[in-house]
């Protein structure tokens, strides 16, 4: 069956962020006008007469192009893809460089979602961060995404920070939750290999949050923003009743997706692919006729049900073992039963039935139950 969801990833930024690994589209061998055509030519060759029910395009900022790139990265979509079965299409953008006119142009084409990186709305943390942007900018974006007619609105936030607390982590989300989004995401600051961040941290100039302060801060956002009534349905995502992302909820319920463009990932006929990340690579293999593809890997059935469990632990509402079993053509429950005990003798996860889910403590606990369920080994305990 073809893939439910297609992402589209445009490393469109500006500037580099220092905790960002991803290369920005400052191509010089014809600039974006070269990137947007090998994009366009790998769109035909791999998604020729696609009907995804989702669309994510990210990666990067596709809001910064100009209205005139926009317009030619939208018909090269629109001339490769079937959109009229979309039912949801999101889009990320930089709060500091949103323009109405470029939001009307997504819009038209069908976008449903906007997602802004609002990070912070304190002013020194998001120059820690090395945002450009200010707090009234995504006030801003978001009006503008309303204006837009955009159905949904995202912010994102990045908490444990170098200095932060779990107070300004909920002053934070407090002040995200004023402004009406629909979904917000949570994420503690991740440092990528070869990026400024990287370096600094190798340094000792930027000094890793310990765990249980991470919990604390995640913690206090979610209640802050549990009292605007965005609830956690995922380790880190959390939205309105019936607002909950569902390119997301395909992908941690192991549905299967078509990435194109620079750095993009697909997982399609039980076979995980990346691409190239190099934008001059990435253009020069399109040009040439070469699949622009950096690594490719079959999953065993066995590798594929741990994975599915270990993403469907991030759910709040959980997997079904029947579901993975079917998918992964795999008795999962017999395959997965060891991790699973092991997992509810400590409290992180509930076993009852065919229904596996986290509990509140697990949901804190994501990445080592994602260890325990990928294990080939015996049980070992989680603790917090």
């Given at each position: 069956?073809?893939?439910?969801?297609?992402?589209?990833?445009?490393?469109?930024?500006?500037?580099?962020?220092?905790?960002?690994?991803?290369?920005?589209?400052?191509?010089?061998?014809?600039?974006?006008?070269?990137?947007?055509?090998?994009?366009?030519?790998?769109?035909?060759?791999?998604?020729?007469?696609l009907a995804p029910r989702w669309i994510y395009v990210g990666g990067g900022t596709p809001t910064?192009?100009?209205?005139?790139?926009?317009?030619?990265?939208?018909?090269?979509?629109?001339?490769?893809?079937?959109?009229?079965?979309?039912?949801?299409?999101?889009?990320?953008?930089?709060?500091?460089?949103?323009?109405?006119?470029?939001?009307?142009?997504?819009?038209?084409?069908?976008?449903?979602?906007?997602?802004?990186?609002?990070?912070?709305?304190?002013?020194?943390?998001?120059?820690?961060?090395?945002?450009?942007?200010?707090?009234?900018?995504?006030?801003?974006?978001?009006?503008?995404?309303?204006?837009?007619?955009?159905?949904?609105?995202?912010?994102?936030?990045?908490?444990?920070?170098?200095?932060?607390?779990?107070?300004?982590?909920?002053?934070?989300?407090?002040?995200?939750?004023?402004?009406?989004?629909?979904?917000?995401?949570?994420?503690?600051?991740?440092?990528?290999?070869?990026?400024?961040?990287?370096?600094?941290?190798?340094?000792?100039?930027?000094?890793?949050?310990?765990?249980?302060?991470?919990?604390?801060?995640?913690?206090?956002?979610?209640?802050?923003?549990?009292?605007?009534?965005?609830?956690?349905?995922?380790?880190?995502?959390?939205?309105?009743?019936?607002?909950?992302?569902?390119?997301?909820?395909?992908?941690?319920?192991?549905?299967?997706?078509?990435?194109?463009?620079?750095?993009?990932?697909?997982?399609?006929?039980?076979?995980?692919?990346?691409?190239?990340?190099?934008?001059?690579?990435?253009?020069?293999?399109?040009?040439?006729?070469?699949?622009?593809?950096?690594?490719?890997?079959?999953?065993?059935?066995?590798?594929?049900?741990?994975?599915?469990?270990?993403?469907?632990?991030?759910?709040?509402?959980?997997?079904?073992?029947?579901?993975?079993?079917?998918?992964?053509?795999?008795?999962?429950?017999?395959?997965?039963?060891?991790?699973?005990?092991?997992?509810?003798?400590?409290?992180?996860?509930?076993?009852?039935?065919?229904?596996?889910?986290?509990?509140?403590?697990?949901?804190?606990?994501?990445?080592?139950?994602?260890?325990?369920?990928?294990?080939?080994?015996?049980?070992?305990?989680?603790?917090?």
């Amino acid at each position: 069956m073809p893939p439910d969801a297609l992402y589209i990833h445009l490393p469109f930024c500006r500037s580099v962020c220092p905790y960002c690994d991803f290369p920005v589209a400052r191509y010089r061998g014809g600039g974006v006008a070269a990137f947007l055509a090998a994009l366009g030519e790998e769109l035909r060759h791999r998604a020729g007469g696609l009907a995804p029910r989702w669309i994510y395009v990210g990666g990067g900022t596709p809001t910064e192009v100009s209205p005139e790139e926009t317009e030619k990265l939208l018909e090269a979509v629109r001339g490769t893809i079937r959109t009229d079965g979309v039912e949801e299409w999101t889009v990320e953008a930089n709060p500091k460089t949103l323009r109405a006119d470029v939001l009307d142009l997504w819009r038209g084409a069908g976008a449903t979602r906007l997602s802004l990186g609002a990070q912070s709305f304190d002013a020194a943390r998001l120059r820690r961060l090395g945002r450009a942007h200010r707090a009234g900018d995504v006030a801003a974006g978001v009006d503008l995404a309303r204006r837009a007619g955009f159905r949904q609105v995202n912010l994102d936030l990045i908490v444990a920070v170098p200095g932060e607390t779990a107070e300004e982590a909920a002053a934070d989300a407090r002040a995200a939750a004023s402004l009406r989004p629909d979904h917000v995401s949570v994420y503690t600051l991740t440092v990528e290999e070869g990026t400024p961040f990287a370096r600094l941290r190798a340094e000792g100039r930027l000094p890793e949050a310990p765990a249980e302060s991470q919990a604390a801060q995640v913690l206090a956002a979610r209640e802050a923003l549990a009292e605007a009534s965005l609830l956690p349905y995922e380790v880190s995502n959390l939205a309105r009743p019936g607002s909950e992302c569902r390119m997301n909820l395909g992908y941690w319920r192991g549905g299967e997706y078509l990435g194109v463009g620079v750095g993009a990932a697909s997982h399609e006929g039980g076979r995980r692919r990346k691409n190239l990340r190099d934008v001059r690579s990435y253009v020069e293999a399109v040009r040439a006729g070469r699949d622009p593809v950096a690594e490719e890997e079959a999953l065993a059935p066995e590798r594929r049900a741990r994975e599915m469990a270990m993403l469907g632990l991030r759910l709040a509402a959980g997997f079904s073992l029947g579901e993975v079993s079917a998918r992964a053509g795999v008795d999962a429950a017999e395959l997965l039963a060891p991790a699973l005990r092991a997992l509810a003798a400590d409290g992180v996860a509930a076993w009852e039935g065919d229904n596996v889910r986290p509990t509140p403590r697990g949901l804190l606990l994501a990445d080592a139950a994602a260890r325990r369920v990928l294990a080939d080994g015996g049980a070992r305990r989680i603790r917090s």
